[in-house]
């Protein structure tokens, strides 16, 4: 019974230890400013990314998305309610061959002065992200759309991010 124990004990530990993270840091998103009515809260909300789940939140959840997206008829920019100036625009390319080639080679950016919001978003471009917690993000723009619909200035951008969950600035390279 003894030897049990102490054959147990350590696959216990070992097993606690290997809890997978099921939170993606990196993939493909596209979000956009569509705003709905909330009978309830009797309020308009639209969607943005929130990094750190990895999924499409509601401006009205707490926490609320890190970056949500809009237009003034003119540019399409990226907007963060978190009262810091975060975003920082690393590079704008050509074409997605050069702007894919540099995100995957991107590791440690070095950012020399944050925006407060990312404007004007354009395709082919890279940008860094900094959430109120001091976590980063990497951003390549893959697409935008920007239109009049149904009397709005509507915006909707598919980008490429990854995410670094350890608050430093260094990413993972390809």
């Known amino acids: 019974m003894r030897k049990a124990v102490y054959i147990l004990l350590p696959l216990l530990l070992i097993c606690h230890s290997c809890k997978k993270n099921d939170i993606p840091t990196s993939g493909t998103i596209t979000i956009d400013n569509t705003l709905t009515f909330d009978q309830t809260k009797q309020a308009y909300f639209g969607y943005g990314f929130l990094f750190s789940k990895a999924e499409l939140v509601s401006t009205l959840e707490n926490p609320g998305p890190d970056i949500t997206v809009d237009s003034d008829g003119t ?11 975060s975003f920082y625009m690393v590079a704008e390319f050509d074409d997605a061959a050069s702007a894919e080639q540099a995100f995957s080679n991107l590791t440690a950016p070095v950012v020399n002065t944050w925006a407060e919001w990312a404007n004007p978003v354009n395709q082919n471009q890279i940008w860094i992200y900094r959430s109120d917690s001091e976590h980063y993000a990497k951003l390549r723009i893959i697409s935008i759309v920007s239109e009049v619909r149904g009397s709005r200035d509507f915006a909707e951008c598919t980008f490429e991010w990854v995410y670094q969950p350890d608050g430093s600035l260094t990413f993972p390279g390809k």
Do not use: H, I, T
């Not at 540019?75 to 100036?85: S, T």
């Open 75 to 85: 540019n399409v920019f990226f907007q963060a309610e978190n009262y810091k100036n």
